[in-house]
C-alpha cells in the first residue's frame, strides 16, 4: 500500500545464506538499543541505517552505533551486524533511540555487509571485521574456511612466492631451498609466519614498509648466515602506526649460538 513519504530504499538486502531462515542457527541480541545519533554514512538519508551494517557498542551509553576501529569509545570493537533496515528518526523528523536485535552470530553474505556504510569486500578495515566476524560465529559466505578471516594453517613451500590478501593466516613452511616471500598490498589485519627448516636463506620483501629496530621502513630482511637459518621462524603484521600502515616484524624463534641471535641483511 503507498504511503504518505517518498520511497528511501527500495532494494532487499539478502544478508544470509544457508538454507531455511530457522535452520540457521542464528544468535540474535535482544534488549539492545540503536542510538540515535548511529549512522550509514553510505546511504542517503544517513538516519536510514541498512541491514548489514556492522555495529559497535558505546561503553558509556550502552547504545549501538556504526562499527568504527578509530573510536575510543567501545565502539571500535565489533558487538554485531544491524538486521533489518530501520531509521532513528521520528515521523516528525526528530532523531531517537530505536531497539535493535543485532545478529551475533549467523553464516552472513559477505557482499551485503557494510562498514561505516561502505561495502566490507575492499574496505581497509575488511580483514580486521573478517576476523572479528569469525570470532563471534559468523561465516561469510565467500570464505567458508575463514582462511580470509586469518586461519592459522601450514603451507609448504619450496622456492619464492609472492603473497596476495587470500593467503592471510598463512604460515609458509620454507625447505630445501632459498626463499624470497614477496608480501601483499599492505592491508591492516593481514598475518603472515614463515619457518625455515633448511640451511637457506629467508627473505621477507615489502615496499618500504617492514619496521625493525634498525630501519622502520625497511624494503626487505633477509637472514643470510649459513648456519644460523635452520628454525629460523617469523612473524609479519600489517598494523595502523598512528595514522601509518607498516608490517610490523618479529622474531618467534632464535637459534642456540653464542650470539643467540640470526644475523640479518636489512634492504632499503
Not at 4 to 15: G, K, P
Amino acid at each position: 500500500m503507498p504511503g504518505v513519504s517518498d520511497i528511501t530504499n527500495s532494494n532487499e538486502t539478502v544478508l544470509l545464506w544457508g538454507g531455511h531462515f530457522n535452520a540457521l542457527g542464528i544468535v540474535r541480541k535482544s534488549g539492545e538499543i540503536l542510538a540515535s545519533n548511529a549512522a550509514d554514512a553510505g546511504n542517503t538519508p544517513t538516519t536510514d541505517i541498512r541491514a548489514g551494517l556492522l555495529l559497535g557498542k558505546d561503553t558509556t551509553t550502552g547504545k549501538l552505533e556504526e562499527w568504527d576501529t578509530t573510536q575510543t569509545d567501545g565502539t571500535e570493537n565489533l558487538f554485531g551486524v544491524n538486521p533489518v533496515l530501520v531509521s532513528n528518526l521520528d515521523p516528525y523528523g526528530t532523531a531517537r533511540d530505536v531497539q535493535c536485535t543485532p545478529i551475533i552470530k549467523a553464516p552472513l553474505v559477505a557482499g551485503s555487509l557494510l562498514i561505516k556504510g561502505s561495502a566490507l569486500v575492499g574496505h581497509a578495515d575488511e580483514f580486521v571485521a573478517r576476523a572479528a566476524l569469525a570470532n563471534m560465529g559468523c561465516l561469510l559466505d565467500d570464505d567458508v574456511g575463514n582462511l580470509k578471516a586469518g586461519t592459522r594453517r601450514q603451507v609448504q613451500l619450496n622456492g619464492d612466492t609472492t603473497l596476495t590478501s587470500a593467503d592471510n593466516g598463512s604460515v609458509l613452511v620454507c625447505h630445501t631451498a632459498d626463499a624470497a616471500i614477496t608480501l601483499p598490498t599492505i592491508v591492516r589485519g593481514l598475518k603472515f609466519e614463515a619457518i625455515m627448516c633448511a640451511d637457506q636463506e629467508l627473505s621477507i620483501i615489502g615496499s618500504d614498509n617492514i619496521q625493525l629496530p634498525e630501519d622502520t621502513t625497511a624494503n626487505s630482511v633477509t637472514f643470510t648466515t649459513s648456519g644460523e637459518q635452520v628454525g629460523c621462524h617469523v612473524i609479519v603484521e600489517a598494523v595502523l602506526n598512528n595514522a601509518t600502515l607498516a608490517w610490523q616484524f618479529g622474531m618467534l624463534k632464535t637459534v642456540f649460538e653464542a650470539d643467540d641471535f640470526f644475523a640479518r641483511t636489512v634492504g632499503t
